[in-house]
């Protein structure tokens, strides 16, 4: 047991709670089948952690003793309840004998927090709502941490975790990992959560800041732990693939001053080969996958392929757009959308010329999904300057800086646009 002073405590206490929090929710929720009041059980620990420890000292295993006491507290609830036998009914009635829990076996942990992963990212909940309970619950994020990711009031991402603990004890969601046929959908949302959760800290929506590198990290935290806990599953590993060769890049897609750099002018010598290395070993596991189960690759795969060719290349001018071009067709066959043909036009201009990409683009100047979407303008006033327009790029240069919410990015197109007047 280690004695150390009430500072020192407090800081330990948060490092082991935002480490542990998920298992210990996941745990609970077991026990009281509501991950709000699991996670309100799991507060309660935490303060007697806060209450405790500086008298006591840290324990030698931090997170079983919150474990613990925690589960005690479950336990201690269920039995208090009016509803008791109809309770007993539904846990069992050896629970009545269950002695003080100690820390479970690591197989019961991961069952615990793969359920618990595939109840905050269940479809009943709107996107939104389901982001910020994933970060909550499995992040360890505070509301406040998250309102600040985001750039959205505090009390609205309160509001969100709230009424998505809610939902999911009105619709009844059981805390289960689904099987047959609804496995599939349901991961797809879990594996969409964790991508959105990365892609807003890789390229912010809005605000002043290009970059949010705790999102990534978070997210690629995520999508680690689902990857050890569901080791069969192709499209699991595929996303970290994704994740992991995305993230190699943070540190030099902006310069010193916070600006953003763009893919042909970024410092490959700063690209994290550790990064690189495990994103390929995860989409080498995730193609092996595919092969031994006779099926093609998934979207989070195809695209990971798309940024291994990325990370292969030497120098921008070394990149295989053929290749990157093929994977893009490939993509926008088994997961299409206006997003994926924008992105398949820029590796076509690249393989066959500007002009192969604006007839693209031009396709799809009209569709609604892509209507304020700032990168349509930025992508065909860059197809532009490379076929020599370059007054209507200029202009769309200016119209896709007026549609963007990131000040960066938006600094970075209106700089686009002036240099191409001179």
Not at 252 to 264: E, I, K
Not at 275 to 300: H, N
Request: hydrophobic share 45%; charged share 25%.
């Amino acid at each position: 047991m280690l004695i150390v002073t009430v500072g020192s405590t407090a800081t330990a206490i948060e490092a082991v709670f935002r480490i542990e929090s998920a298992r210990i929710v996941a745990g609970v929720t077991r026990i009281v089948r509501d991950v709000g009041i699991a996670e309100e059980i799991a507060q309660d620990a935490l303060v007697a952690a806060l209450e405790q420890w500086p008298e006591s000292g840290v324990p030698d295993r931090p997170g079983a003793w919150l474990t613990t006491t925690a589960k005690r507290r479950a336990i201690d609830l269920v039995r208090r309840k009016e509803t008791y036998a109809r309770k007993l009914a539904e846990v069992g009635r050896a629970l009545e004998d269950v002695p003080p829990p100690e820390l479970a076996e690591a197989d019961d942990i991961d069952d615990d927090l793969l359920r618990l992963i595939f109840t905050a990212c269940h479809p009943v909940l709107a996107t939104p709502a389901r982001v910020a309970l994933t970060l909550r619950l499995l992040g360890g994020l505070t509301t406040e941490e998250i309102a600040r990711a985001f750039l959205v009031p505090e009390a609205t991402v309160a509001q969100r975790v709230v009424r998505a603990k809610r939902t999911l004890g009105r619709e009844g969601v059981p805390f289960e990992v689904p099987y047959g046929a609804d496995r599939a959908a349901r991961l797809g949302s879990v594996l969409e959560v964790i991508y959105l959760i990365f892609n807003e800290g890789y390229a912010a929506t809005a605000g002043d800041d290009w970059l949010r590198p705790a999102l990534c990290e978070d997210a690629l935290r995520l999508a680690r732990v689902l990857a050890a806990l569901m080791e069969d599953e192709p499209e699991v590993h595929g996303l970290v693939a994704l994740l992991e060769l995305q993230a190699s890049r943070g540190t030099a897609r902006t310069g010193p001053d916070g600006a953003p750099v763009l893919l042909a002018d970024q410092n490959r010598a700063r690209w994290d080969q550790l990064l690189i290395r495990r994103g390929i070993a995860a989409l080498e596991r995730s193609v092996a996958l595919t092969r031994a189960a006779g099926t093609g690759l998934g979207p989070y795969a195809v695209q990971a392929a798309i940024a291994a060719c990325h990370a292969g290349a030497p120098r921008y001018e070394d990149t295989d757009w053929a290749t990157i071009a093929g994977l893009y067709d490939r993509l926008a066959a088994i997961a299409p959308s206006p997003v994926v043909e924008l992105n398949r036009a820029v590796a076509v201009s690249r393989a066959r010329g500007p002009e192969a990409g604006l007839a693209l683009v031009d396709a799809l100047a009209d569709d609604r999904a892509l209507r304020d979407y700032h990168l349509l303008p930025s992508v065909r006033g860059d197809l532009l300057a490379g076929a020599g327009r370059t007054d209507e790029a200029r202009a769309e240069f200016v119209r896709a800086a007026g549609l963007t919410r990131n000040e960066r990015e938006r600094a970075l197109l209106l700089d686009r646009a002036a240099r191409l007047g001179r």
